[in-house]
């Protein structure tokens, strides 16, 4: 064990050695100063989590304090509008992700184009999310859930993140393709319809897997199934909806870090040299997993190109849950 830690450790310096000449090269002339990272959810949410164990990584690598941001609201838009108006100099970084995205789908004027006014850096996880109700509810499946719905169609309410959330997302996939109906609540975070579930606010949601499982391990949350293509490794014994009967329903959500368009090429090419190596640290990536989520390291190409396919493939989406813009 200490051999491979002493390995770790050795291969954590050799990364940072590369880095070096890389980074002062790109070194911005106010280097030093603190970095807003705008985070458009509430603290406590999975992207708050990913963005603090990133950042507390990244700011010892770049030597420049990150500080996290938190600007719920509009389902992410009003914290992408403030970040698109941020000056382009690197100071100021956005977590952003398929919803950034899907956005653009979602609401008629979200206040920003995801792939004009924003340089997409790196990608940092992906997770999918879990239906779930109270614990002591007598609904024990998917099939439970819909034969409930089906028999008082309309009397039930479940919650989401806020409009077009994967989360609402996924509940109106999952309602349009099993032909039931359930009132949609919006709220302001995954955090808060874990707790209306508990409170008996609504019947059911879909939060991200990180925000729920604790809940769930700890008898409270009853957990039906996931959206992911796999089972998720922190709920195992846990079905997909693949499993449950559902096989073309499956979401998962990813994010990552972007800054405002016209950034210089040196200083993106700093952070995501970066990223690149934090990532990599076995201590940032049990962290990440512990959530619940996956990292996913893909750097501002790929980053880019999957945020660009998340546009029309929310458009398949909508169709298939009959929703249209607002």
Not at 45 to 52: G, K, T, V
Not at 130 to 148: E, K, P, T, Y
Request: hydrophobic share 50%.
């Amino acid at each position: 064990m200490n051999t491979r830690r002493s390995l770790l450790q050795a291969l954590g310096l050799a990364c940072l050695a590369w880095l070096a000449p890389a980074t002062a090269s790109a070194q911005p002339a106010d280097a030093g100063r603190a970095i807003r990272w705008i985070v458009p959810y509430q603290a406590g949410s999975s992207p708050d989590i990913h963005c603090r164990i990133v950042g507390e990584a990244l700011s010892k690598v770049l030597e420049q304090p990150i500080v996290i941001d938190n600007k719920p609201g509009a389902a992410g838009n009003l914290g992408a509008q403030l970040a698109r108006r941020a000056p382009a100099d690197g100071s100021t970084w956005l977590y952003s992700g398929s919803p950034l995205a899907a956005n653009m789908r979602i609401y008629k004027a979200p206040g920003y184009d995801a792939m004009k006014d924003f340089v997409h850096v790196s990608m940092i996880a992906s997770s999918d999310a879990v239906l779930v109700v109270d614990a002591r509810s007598d609904i024990r499946s998917v099939a439970d859930l819909l034969q409930r719905l089906r028999a008082k169609p309309g009397a039930a309410s479940y919650g989401s993140g806020g409009s077009g959330t994967p989360s609402h997302l996924a509940a109106e996939w999952l309602l349009q393709a099993a032909h039931v109906q359930a009132v949609h609540v919006p709220y302001k975070g995954a955090a808060a319809t874990v707790m209306a579930v508990l409170a008996g606010e609504i019947q059911f949601s879909l939060p991200i897997v990180g925000v729920a499982a604790p809940q769930v391990q700890a008898g409270r949350l009853r957990a039906l199934a996931v959206t992911g293509a796999q089972r998720n490794p922190r709920l195992p014994t846990v079905p997909t909806l693949v499993e449950s009967g559902f096989p073309d329903i499956t979401v998962v959500s990813f994010g990552g870090l972007s800054v405002p368009a016209g950034t210089p090429a040196p200083v993106v090419q700093r952070i995501e040299a970066a990223m690149r190596l934090v990532l990599a640290l076995p201590a940032v990536r049990e962290k990440i997993e512990a959530t619940g989520s996956e990292v996913a390291s893909g750097g501002s190409q790929a980053f880019t190109a999957a945020l660009a396919a998340e546009v029309p493939a929310t458009e398949r989406m909508m169709r298939a849950a009959a929703l249209e813009a607002q």
